[in-house]
């Protein structure tokens, strides 16, 4: 991809990300994320436009609201550079412009939805029904482009089979994954499979290794014991990144 698709992607992920902390806000509340319009989470005020500017007008501001001075949690901006340096990163290492708006949809959807599970233990169902819906016909769109329709059969398999796979873990052993865990693994095979599909079993064999290193540190931390319960969704979401940028470079060192 050019380096000027790779910057507009970067600059388009400065307000998904400024949007997505709308979305981590108020949907596992059961607000609506239109009205009303953002404001300011201590004295509730309403930000003006320009004080609504993605991170610069954190920075200007020096994270504190214009009208009471209260400051105003840093995970906003984060949320606005990590969104943005991950557009930018798909952009980098995809290599047709017509994969690039569902993949953009993906990690926008896997950014929230690590951002809930990490606060809340849980990932609504309503963020991974609206990736779904906006996502799959942004497949079908790339495919019939690439005239690669035989992607789609892969991206159905790779997503009902992973949901398969972790139903049959939820059942079998209670307590490890959540239903929320089952969905997202469904949504993450679907997006994967279009890729390919060695790149979706990467990107599972990732999460769990990913997850079991996790794991591991936080006992050696004492952070957590064999009891306690950590969020997979997580885990999913940076395995299937990863495998998005470089599922094709690992898939050839690891499953030759």
Same mark, same amino acid.
């Given at each position: 991809?050019? %380096?000027?698709?790779?910057?507009?992607?970067?600059?388009?992920?400065?307000?998904? =990300?400024?949007?997505?902390?709308?979305?981590?806000?108020?949907?596992?509340?059961?607000?609506?994320?239109?009205?009303?319009?953002?404001?300011? %989470?201590?004295?509730?005020?309403?930000?003006? %436009?320009?004080?609504?500017?993605?991170? #610069?007008?954190?920075?200007?501001?020096? =994270?504190?609201?214009?009208?009471?001075?209260?400051?105003?949690? #840093?995970?906003?901006?984060?949320?606005?550079?990590?969104?943005? =340096? +991950?557009?930018?990163?798909?952009?980098?290492?995809?290599?047709?412009?017509?994969?690039?708006?569902?993949?953009?949809?993906?990690?926008?959807?896997?950014?929230?939805?690590?951002?809930?599970?990490?606060?809340?233990?849980?990932? %609504?169902?309503?963020?991974?029904?609206?990736?779904? +819906? #906006?996502?799959?016909?942004?497949?079908?769109?790339?495919?019939?482009?690439?005239?690669?329709?035989?992607? +789609?059969?892969?991206?159905?398999?790779?997503?009902?089979?992973?949901?398969?796979?972790?139903?049959?873990?939820?059942?079998?052993?209670?307590?490890?994954?959540?239903?929320?865990?089952?969905?997202?693994?469904?949504?993450?095979?679907?997006?994967?499979?279009?890729?390919?599909?060695?790149?979706?079993?990467?990107?599972?064999?990732?999460?769990?290794?990913? =997850?079991?290193?996790?794991?591991?540190?936080?006992?050696?931390?004492?952070?957590?014991?064999?009891?306690?319960?950590?969020?997979?969704?997580?885990? +999913?979401?940076?395995?299937?990144?990863?495998?998005?940028?470089?599922?094709?470079?690992?898939?050839?060192?690891?499953?030759?």
């Amino acid at each position: 991809m050019t %380096p000027f698709v790779v910057a507009v992607s970067g600059i388009a992920g400065l307000p998904v =990300g400024s949007f997505l902390s709308v979305v981590v806000h108020r949907v596992p509340e059961g607000a609506s994320i239109v009205t009303p319009g953002s404001s300011c %989470p201590s004295c509730g005020q309403p930000i003006r %436009p320009i004080d609504n500017i993605p991170v #610069l007008s954190y920075a200007l501001r020096r =994270g504190r609201c214009r009208n009471c001075a209260a400051r105003i949690p #840093l995970r906003y901006p984060l949320l606005e550079l990590v969104t943005a =340096g +991950l557009f930018c990163a798909v952009a980098a290492r995809i290599g047709s412009l017509w994969e690039l708006p569902a993949l953009c949809v993906l990690v926008a959807s896997l950014v929230a939805l690590t951002a809930i599970d990490l606060e809340r233990m849980r990932l %609504p169902t309503a963020i991974l029904y609206a990736t779904a +819906l #906006l996502g799959a016909p942004l497949l079908v769109l790339a495919a019939g482009e690439l005239h690669a329709w035989s992607r +789609l059969a892969d991206a159905a398999l790779a997503g009902a089979i992973a949901t398969v796979a972790f139903l049959l873990l939820f059942l079998a052993k209670p307590g490890a994954i959540g239903l929320g865990d089952v969905r997202l693994s469904g949504l993450c095979g679907l997006f994967l499979g279009f890729l390919g599909l060695r790149i979706a079993l990467v990107g599972f064999m990732v999460s769990f290794v990913v =997850g079991g290193l996790i794991g591991v540190a936080a006992l050696l931390a004492r952070r957590a014991d064999r009891r306690s319960r950590l969020p997979f969704g997580p885990f +999913l979401a940076a395995g299937t990144i990863l495998a998005v940028l470089f599922g094709a470079d690992i898939a050839q060192f690891w499953l030759r």
